[in-house]
Structure formats: structure tokens, C-alpha cells
């Protein structure tokens, strides 16, 4: 128990340093247009640090406010899930060793299952949002605006039924 606490120090120390020298990412748009140099809106490493610290600040940071209450509910959810697994799995331990039968044997095993099932439900939900944050930065300055296009000249068709 002592590796994983750390681990998760030693990962939270190398996602805040990394977090701390936001750069931006510098990428020429076309070969035509070679004086133009396009830089980014937000840090996607910015939004990751974020995110690693409190899991849905990196959405918010991203401008996309309507994703931190999901992850803020279902990381609670999964939580909530994992401390009453926790709860029963030692409720259940100390039957069994009191009275050794075998019901109270299957269920203690049943719940300390599902305790580590969440585990590593909460784990991997906080994996995707650091995954969410870091894609949502990138596509923060990506545009579908038809007006965008309209430089160029298009074929459009349409069929009707």
C-alpha cells in the first residue's frame, strides 16, 4: 500500500511540473501561407495539470462547464459505491471470523470484489478525464464554420425524396 501512495505522489508531482511550463504549441498552417504561425488558445498540458489536480478543472478550464458536474457525479457515484463495499467487506470479515460459517465467507469475498471493481472504475475515470482535458485543449481553436471554407469553391449536392 505503501508503493501506490508513492506512486500517486510521484505521478502528481510530475503532472504539476509538466503542468508549470505551459508552452504553445507552434505549427505552420500551410505551405503557402509560410509567414503565418499558428499558436494555441489553451495548454493542453495546462488542462491535464488541472484535471490531475481536481478531477474537472481541466474541462473547466477548456470552456466546457457542462462536463465537470458529470465527472465531479460519476467519480462521486463510484466513490460512494467503493466506501459502502468497504463497509460491508469488513462488516462481513468480522462475522466470518467470529463465526467462520461460509455464507458470511462468499459474501465477504462478494464485496471486496465489487470494493476493488470501483477502484478501478474510479481510476480509469480519472485516466479519461486527463485524456478528455488534454483532446479538448487541442481541439479548442478547431473550427466547422462554413464560412471558413467559403474561400475556396465547393461542389454541393442534394437529393430529394
Excluded at 474537472?56 to 460519476?74: C, D, E, F, M, R
Excluded at 488534454?134 to 474561400?151: I, Q
Amino acid at each position: 500500500m505503501r508503493f501506490l501512495n508513492k506512486a500517486w505522489f510521484f505521478l502528481l508531482i510530475f503532472i504539476l511540473t509538466i503542468a508549470a511550463y505551459p508552452q504553445a504549441s507552434k505549427d505552420t498552417t500551410s505551405a503557402s501561407s509560410k509567414d503565418t504561425v499558428f499558436i494555441m488558445k489553451k495548454s493542453p498540458w495546462t488542462a491535464v495539470g488541472l484535471s490531475a489536480i481536481c478531477p474537472g478543472l481541466g474541462q473547466i478550464y477548456n470552456g466546457s462547464y457542462w462536463k465537470a458536474p458529470i465527472v465531479w457525479g460519476v467519480t462521486g457515484w463510484f466513490l460512494y459505491n467503493y466506501i459502502q463495499c468497504n463497509k460491508d467487506y469488513t462488516h462481513y470479515r468480522d462475522l466470518y471470523i467470529a463465526k467462520g460459517t461460509t455464507d458470511y465467507k462468499r459474501l465477504r469475498d462478494d464485496y471486496h470484489d465489487q470494493r476493488d471493481l470501483f477502484a478501478i472504475y474510479m481510476g480509469l475515470t480519472y485516466v479519461l478525464t486527463l485524456v478528455d482535458s488534454y483532446v479538448d485543449a487541442h481541439l479548442f481553436d478547431f473550427t466547422v464554420d462554413e464560412k471558413f471554407y467559403r474561400s475556396t469553391y465547393q461542389i454541393n449536392m442534394r437529393i430529394g425524396f
